[in-house]
């Protein structure tokens, strides 16, 4: 069970747009639509973003949206604010009850 | 408004045992919705899950750690529990109990987390 392979690091501008990858197996991401997207601040907790490939919990802006191409998952933060500024991580389920993280992408706002 | 909160040692000694409880508050442990589950961070690093349990007792662990890891529930307490053996400075991380959704298998709620450091 091999973490997911994530960009390190990925930055825009405030208004553009980035979109961070997270690269897979067909054991865990190409496997199953149940990849989810967490977003974490310097010493805080996680806070999910994206659930289910593409789907919105309630109170998180349409600016983060999420897809899914065979092995691979990508997380697109549109219309870049300066609070984006965080690291995201990519989980799928990996099957039997289990599950894997990505790697973790910082971003960075210009 | 479900509530998370980690509770043990923070500093262990290596080779010793790294005990960490979670008090469960806010919601029922005993929902068939959701696993119970542990998520830890080491500094400066990215997130490995460690494993889940089911309020039944069922478990579920990270192949990685399966042979070191005890994760057990209280339902009496609304707790859950994780034991780590033979610990090791790689050990070092912000541990964090969680819950996540089953079916749809994500963590919808995190606690705040809990340093623990192994060192001599």
């Known amino acids: 069970q091999s973490a997911l392979t994530q960009p390190p690091s990925a930055s825009g501008s405030p208004g553009q747009s980035v979109t961070i990858s997270c690269i897979g197996t067909s054991s865990d991401v190409g496997g199953y639509n149940y990849v989810s997207w967490y977003q974490q601040h310097p010493g805080k907790a996680p806070k999910l973003i994206i659930y289910e490939v593409s789907k919105w919990p309630s109170g998180v802006p349409d600016r983060f949206s999420g897809s899914k191409s065979g092995n691979t998952a990508s997380l697109t933060v549109s219309g870049l604010q300066a609070e984006d500024e965080a690291d995201y991580y990519c989980?799928?389920?990996?099957?039997?009850?289990?599950?894997?993280f990505g790697t973790g992408t910082k971003v960075t706002v210009l | 408004q479900l509530h998370l909160q980690e509770a043990g040692p923070g500093l262990v000694r290596p080779s010793e045992t790294l005990s960490l409880t979670c008090t469960v508050s806010g919601d029922s442990i005993n929902s068939g919705d959701y696993f119970w589950g542990w998520i830890r961070q080491p500094p400066g690093k990215g997130l490995e899950w460690i494993g889940n349990?089911?309020?039944?007792?069922?478990?579920y662990c990270n192949p990685s750690l399966e042979s070191r890891v005890t994760i057990s529930v209280d339902t009496s307490k609304t707790q859950f529990s994780l034991k780590l053996t033979s610990v090791t400075a790689a050990d070092t991380a912000v541990y964090y109990c969680v819950r996540l959704r089953r079916f749809a298998d994500y963590v919808d709620s995190w606690g705040q987390g809990t340093l623990v450091t192994v060192s001599s």
């Open positions: 349990i089911f309020y039944t007792g069922n478990t």
């Open positions: 989980s799928s389920y990996a099957g039997n009850n289990k599950y894997v």
